[in-house]
């Protein structure tokens, strides 16, 4: 018998088939069952995934039942209460928390992509004034592809790299946008000298999502 497998016996036939035994760093191991439609021509049915992990993923890790959430291995209790969000999401692209260099280089990279093409902002004028504004960032938001055609290769790692800068960068930049239509007001464009994620310190501009 194959060491970490687990022997699968379909007594309608007498037919076998092996399933490879994973581990992860956390939690129990794992029936890789890839191979039994395959085989037995057979799904499996888990309501709720209570007995599934639906993929493998090197970043998060969660158990809803323990109340487990890790970043990276990291807990989200401890992200929330002692890293800021670029230091957060610095770990979820680059695997570990930044030093202070590190971190401060990160912010100024995405200071320099907060501006969003003027024509992007002409979107706003084909939403209705009450629209729901997560509508319009959904919407504004797609059409990022067409400004920044250049990085949109999801195998390359400088595109992704990049692509997710500008999404953080633009962000910000797009539900103010939202805000202000709203409200029929002009567009307020990016201060840099500012912090760059200010806008959602605001109560009222959060709770307007």
């Known amino acids: 018998?194959?060491?970490?497998?687990?022997?699968?016996?379909?007594?309608?036939?007498?037919?076998?088939v092996e399933l490879p035994i994973q581990s992860g760093i956390a939690g129990p191991p794992v029936v890789d069952i890839r191979g039994l439609y395959g085989?037995?021509?057979?799904?499996?049915?888990?309501?709720?995934?209570?007995?599934?992990?639906?993929?493998?993923?090197r970043i998060t890790f969660i158990d809803g039942e323990k109340g487990i959430l890790l970043y990276r291995g990291y807990p989200i209790e401890q992200l929330a209460e002692k890293s800021s969000f670029t230091e957060t999401a610095y770990l979820?692209?680059?695997?570990?928390?930044?030093?202070?260099?590190?971190?401060?280089?990160?912010?100024?990279?995405?200071?320099r992509h907060t501006m969003v093409h003027e024509q992007l902002l002409n979107f706003y004028q084909g939403f209705r004034r009450d629209a729901h504004p997560m509508a319009i960032m959904v919407g504004v938001v797609g059409a990022l592809s067409a400004f920044y055609h250049d990085s949109l290769?999801?195998?390359?790692?400088?595109?992704?790299?990049?692509?997710?800068?500008?999404?953080l960068a633009k962000i910000p930049t797009i539900a103010a946008a939202c805000?202000?239509?709203?409200?029929?007001?002009?567009?307020?464009?990016?201060?840099?000298?500012?912090?760059?994620?200010?806008?959602?310190q605001d109560p009222t501009l959060f709770s307007f999502f």
């Open 39 to 57: 085989e037995f021509g057979l799904f499996t049915l888990d309501p709720g995934f209570k007995s599934t992990a639906s993929c493998t993923s």
């Open 153 to 167: 290769d999801i195998h390359d790692p400088q595109h992704r790299e990049i692509s997710a800068i500008r999404l």
């Open 179 to 200: 805000y202000k239509h709203s409200l029929g007001q002009p567009f307020v464009y990016p201060d840099n000298q500012l912090n760059w994620y200010f806008l959602f």
């Open 92 to 111: 979820l692209m680059k695997g570990e928390l930044p030093s202070v260099g590190q971190l401060q280089e990160f912010n100024q990279l995405i200071t």
């Open 1 to 16: 018998m194959i060491k970490n497998t687990l022997t699968l016996i379909d007594n309608r036939t007498g037919r076998t």
